[in-house]
T-cell receptor, first 112, second 114 residues
Framework: AQSVTQLGSHVSVSEGALVLLRCNYSSSVPPYLFWYVQYPNQGLQLLLKYTSAATLVKGINGFEAEFKKSETSFHLTKPSAHMSDAAEYFCGVSGGNNRLAFGKGNQVVVIP | DGGITQSPKYLFRKEGQNVTLSCEQNLNHDAMYWYRQDPGQGLRLIYYSQIVNDFQKGDIAEGYSVSREKKESFPLTVTSAQKNPTAFYLC?????????????FGNGTRLTVT
């Protein structure tokens, strides 16, 4: 079975500052890893995914994530936060069984 | 445009009543999923179906039932046996192989049971 740990349910960041959201996974097989974003009262939208190609993955809206097998991590970053980045972010892992397990999410607040 | 439609957006029911949440997709996806979202709990998988007339339990299937009679439809019934049914319910779909075809989500149904 696969699982994901996201620490810090609420993350505050100043506008223009670095956004860093941490994700650590557990998987008995090579994982597929995802980051999704959710705006209030909506479904989730895919930000980026890792599927065993390049370890540094670039996504939409200026986000990127780096897969580090030795650290079982897939942290999400954005160099400069924008007000529109305020949302909830979920890390997900799949072990190739067509099931996606999500972490508990990070609520990002951007301070002007 | 292709997508996933969940209806209604808000649903209110009395305790002890069964209620069915609708999920329809026109993406021609084979697989469909139901997740439950509670504050601070993330998303938890209730049921999923990889093909018509077949479905599997997820992590929290107790108190729920589903059917998959058509490729485009995957309704979820919240039964009176579900002890804490009030939540935000999300339906998703994908082609076979999440690694190539990540999940597409509907906009959710917020169920309140009193």
């Amino acid at each position: 079975a696969q699982s994901v740990t996201q620490l810090g349910s609420h993350v505050s960041v100043s506008e223009g500052a670095l956004v860093l959201l941490r994700c650590n996974y557990s998987s008995s097989v090579p994982p597929y890893l995802f980051w999704y974003v959710q705006y209030p009262n909506q479904g989730l939208q895919l930000l980026l995914k890792y599927t065993s190609a390049a370890t540094l993955v670039k996504g939409i809206n200026g986000f990127e994530a780096e897969f580090k097998k030795s650290e079982t991590s897939f942290h999400l970053t954005k160099p400069s936060a924008h007000m529109s980045d305020a949302a909830e972010y979920f890390c997900g892992v799949s072990g190739g069984n067509n099931r996606l397990a999500f972490g508990k999410g990070n609520q990002v607040v951007v301070i002007p | 445009d292709g997508g996933i439609t969940q209806s209604p957006k808000y649903l209110f029911r009395k305790e002890g009543q069964n209620v069915t949440l609708s999920c329809e997709q026109n993406l021609n996806h084979d697989a469909m999923y139901w997740y439950r979202q509670d504050p601070g709990q993330g998303l938890r998988l209730i049921y999923y179906s990889q093909i018509v007339n077949d479905f599997q339990k997820g992590d929290i299937a107790e108190g729920y039932s589903v059917s998959r009679e058509k490729k485009e439809s995957f309704p979820l019934t919240v039964t009176s046996a579900q002890k804490n049914p009030t939540a935000f319910y999300l339906c998703a779909s994908s082609q076979q192989g999440i690694e190539d075809s990540p999940l597409h989500f509907g906009n959710g149904t917020r169920l309140t049971v009193t």
